[in-house]
């Protein structure tokens, strides 16, 4: 059963439904909240009407389900299109709510006498400095970040920053001022090679903890500027611009302004910035997206909206306390004239055999799963963000 055509351009503006074959699937329309309008048959929704429209196909598995006395069930799941870019994702396969607390040993009894190229002792000895033309005093600092080349680059301007000074830090353990500086810092090197090339696009990421791909235990971005920042950034940019010139506004503030109205994945506002839950989301527990405010671009960005999302991060961090997570991935990316954060949490399925969360779905279909609903981990996350 194909739910859209190969090669049938579907995005932002597509008012056509992306079902092949016999109407297989109905259209379900929300005009407000709440209220469902049945069309045809089957269960391809589309929920929001003009511009931006939340678009998904809810599936029932019959089987016979042997937890049951083999009794007949149903068993769903959903296959979601991001409303900007058009892409598929999955929600299925659920977990349960309460997930077993990181094995937070393994990796202590890791770092515990064994060599840390980040660590204090031995960061400016082992680590490269950046060349007179970037960096004439070698590396860069601020409190106690520290930024300097990455030995093993990913792009001809591929730098890492060092966050802390402590080696294993749990998330709620970071401060505000140590976040902030450590975006800041990464975007005082992307300033000095974007003065230089204007034209590259900068990034600044994180892959904290294994679960998440991190090779050291030590905290530390990677920053690049780069002409190829990577095509899920470049679809959403192209999404925009799309949308732009067909509907003369901005795809995130009209996205903002629905899901406001919704409030079913928005968590809230924070200064200039405005977080909420993706409809389609990258990975198994859903992507936080932070938004910053339109124009705000690297490396332009003001201290005090860097303190903002590092406000952002420690409410998300608090969060990751109470619900045994420890690791995470995130992006700060930008298009012509929109930054924003999108953080990932990551965690091992299977925590003795450390089973990844990303299988053949992700890296051979490039189809996301999302193994909690959405709305659901809005709902759980939202209280975070409300308190003072
Ligand atoms: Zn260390």
């Known amino acids: 059963m194909l739910y859209f055509a190969p090669g049938k351009k579907r995005g932002y503006n597509s008012s056509e439904i992306p079902v092949q074959g016999k109407a297989a699937y109905a259209i379900i329309k929300t005009g407000q909240k709440g209220k469902l309008r049945r069309q045809k048959r089957g269960n391809l929704l589309a929920e929001g009407e003009g511009v931006l429209a939340f678009e998904k ?38 977990l349960t709510r309460d997930l077993p ?7 202590k009894q890791f770092a515990a006498g064994q060599f840390c190229p980040f660590c204090p002792e031995n960061v400016e000895r082992v680590t490269p400095q950046f060349p ?9 600092r601020r409190g106690e970040a520290l930024a300097f080349p990455n030995l093993s680059p990913y792009d001809r301007h591929s730098a890492l920053t060092v966050v802390t000074r402590a080696h294993f830090p749990l998330p709620h353990e970071f401060s505000a001022t140590q976040l902030a500086d450590a975006f800041q810092l990464s ?28 090779s050291q235990i030590h905290p530390h971005l990677q920053v690049f500027a780069t002409a190829a920042p990577g095509n899920a950034p470049l679809a959403e940019w192209r999404a925009e611009e799309a949308y732009r010139q067909a509907h003369a506004a901005d795809f995130w503030s009209a996205l903002l302004e629905e899901e406001k109205k919704r409030g079913e994945r928005y968590l809230g506002r924070l ?27 690297l490396p332009h960005v003001p201290r005090d909206l860097f303190l903002t999302l590092a406000a952002g991060l420690e ?11 420890v690791s995470f991935n995130l992006a700060l990316y930008q298009s012509p004239r929109r930054l924003r954060l999108r953080f990932i949490p990551r965690l091992y399925l299977h925590q003795a055999i450390h089973t990844s969360d990303i299988n053949h779905l992700q890296m051979l279909l490039a189809e996301p799963i999302a193994m909690v609903p959405p709305e659901e981990m809005a709902a759980r996350i939202r209280p975070y963000f409300e308190l003072a």
């Open 187 to 214: 975007q005082d090197y992307l300033g000095r090679v974007l003065a230089q090339e204007p034209d590259l696009h900068p990034l600044v990421t994180w892959n904290y903890l294994p679960p998440a791909g991190s």
């Open 271 to 297: 200064g200039e910035t405005e977080w909420l839950i993706a409809f389609r989301p990258y990975g198994v527990l859903g992507d936080v997206l932070a938004l910053f405010p339109e124009g705000v671009l």
């Open 315 to 325: 409410r998300l961090f608090r969060f990751f306390r109470d619900a045994h997570l």
């Open 101 to 107: 607390a990181p094995d937070l040993d393994s990796w």
């Open 57 to 94: 196909v809810v599936l029932q598995t019959r089987l016979l389900d042997p937890r049951a006395d083999f009794a007949l069930a149903e068993i769903p799941s959903e296959i979601r299109f991001d409303p900007l870019t058009g892409a598929s994702g999955r929600v299925a396969h659920f």
């Open 132 to 140: 007179p033309e970037i960096c004439p005093e070698g590396r860069l």
